[in-house]
């Protein structure tokens, strides 16, 4: 399924130019606010950053970057038709530009959580959080490429759904956590440590996690199946 | 022909006879003006496609709906006052407008850079300077009217449900006069980012990070300030740094109905607005130097 020149060429799309240091940014961002928070007053307080800030925003957005640049620009200029007219299984590109997105959301965005949490001790927490982050990012991942693949929106309709369904409406209604990728992460992680919430019930957010990941990326291979270009809206 | 058209033009390097405009030129003005207008109408997909339309519409149906809500709710309950302020209504769905700008400056300030049809407007008698200017004020006057329209609907409704004319008359005149300093801010930085960097996706993400994620990190630097590190002026200094908090520590300060972690002192006022104005400075100087750039090019 995976094609090893593909991946190289997404990774090469992901950290070419400017786009390497705004993904750059993030980490630095989440770890030196911790790091500063916990010298000026101490871990515990520092700590309430990760979970309001660093994990329902920075992850996502991570995670949002990373997928929209393995696929968007070449959907957007169209530049795609030159590599979707190769034979190569369109579920093996679709395979190969998630790993890449994985590899950056998990580099860019679990990790530096990881970082941040055990700046603050307790490193129960910290592992619990990271594990949130990893289960989250794989899910995110994944679909936010399968909406790279089929609108020229990607980043509006990814950020919609993570910034109004996942936080704004996720706050106001606890039922959405049955819906809400973050949350399943965030289940996956309470597991490990009670500090972190416990919004659904494990075996459900294993499972659909995993759903999402698999339909996700399949989706994505369809779409780039039956793919066809459009001219600038 | 020429004895028809008057004096004989010169400069023309192939006249095929066609009968030549004599009217009135209109200068840079009508060139701006029209400027100003399609970049409003584009701003909402207007004259656009209707898959550019869904966006802009969508993000203004989401703003409405609470406000329609609210407004039901004091009709037919009854209250004797609005249960959230006008401006901190504004606060409350800034993610929709955070979002707004983030997706529609893009339109207005990338593609004709992306495409080089910037040449084609700057091949008019309109300078770059004036072009970036009006630009900006298009997006400017959309995001205002995107808060606007909730606001108004409130407005209507408050006064429909026989709420105090004058209270709700000065509060809803000071949330617009904040929206109109949130918009200038917001439109700046947006414009500022979605001009130099070209690509969409890429403009998107840079916006909501100087304006969501930004606006998260002051919040928590400020409540962290004021309830772990008890400093009423390290927090209320922090809120300095985002159009947000700016926005919301002037409400506060102003007595319209915003909270902030640390109450905004009348001392504070002059350097919230200094930093507001400064900020839409800077952000129209870096236009102005931007389009400078392309136009030269």
Sequence with gaps: ?233 | MSELSGTPRSGVIHDLGYRHFDGVREGTPAIARTLFVTGVRHAYGLGRSGKSKVMPFLLLAMSLLPAAIVVGVVVLTGLDSLPVSYADYTNQTQLLVSLFAAAQAPVLFSRDLRHRSIVLYLARPLSAPVFALMRWLSLAVSMLVFTLVPTLLLFAGALLAGLDKSDQLTSVGKAIALQVLLAAMVAGIAGLISSVSLRRGFAVVGSVMALIVLTGVVTVVQNIAYYEGDSESGSVATGLASPWSLHNGLANAWDAGVDTPAAVGAAWVPAYVIVALLLVAGCLLGLVARFRKVGSR
Excluded: C
């Design chain 1, 1 to 233: 399924m995976m094609n090893a020149t593909i991946a190289k060429l997404a990774l090469q799309a992901l950290l070419g130019r400017r786009r390497f240091y705004v993904l750059l940014a993030f980490p630095v961002l989440l770890i030196g606010l911790v790091a500063l928070v916990t010298a000026l007053t101490d871990g515990d307080a520092a700590y309430g950053v990760l979970p309001n800030l660093g994990y329902p925003l920075v992850l996502p957005l991570v995670a949002i970057l990373a997928a929209s640049s393995v696929l968007g620009p070449e959907v957007d200029d169209g530049s795609i038709v030159y590599l979707l007219s190769k034979p190569v299984n369109r579920y093996g590109v679709a395979a190969s530009k998630w790993v890449v997105a994985l590899g950056a959301t998990l580099v860019a965005g679990a990790l530096p959580i990881l970082v941040a949490a055990l700046i603050t001790g307790d490193s129960t927490r910290a592992l619990a959080l990271f594990v949130a982050s990893t289960v989250a990012g794989t899910a995110y991942a994944a679909l936010f490429l399968a909406i790279s693949a089929v609108t020229r929106h990607a980043v509006i309709a990814s950020l919609m759904f993570v910034l109004i369904w996942e936080s704004l409406l996720g706050n106001l209604f606890s039922g959405i956590a049955w819906l809400s990728i973050g949350q399943w992460g965030l289940r996956v992680g309470h597991a490990i440590s009670a500090e972190l919430p416990d919004p659904a019930n494990l075996p459900y957010a294993v499972i659909a996690s995993l759903v999402v990941t698999v339909v996700g990326v399949w989706f994505a291979g369809d779409r780039l199946r039956s793919f066809s270009l459009r001219g600038e809206d």
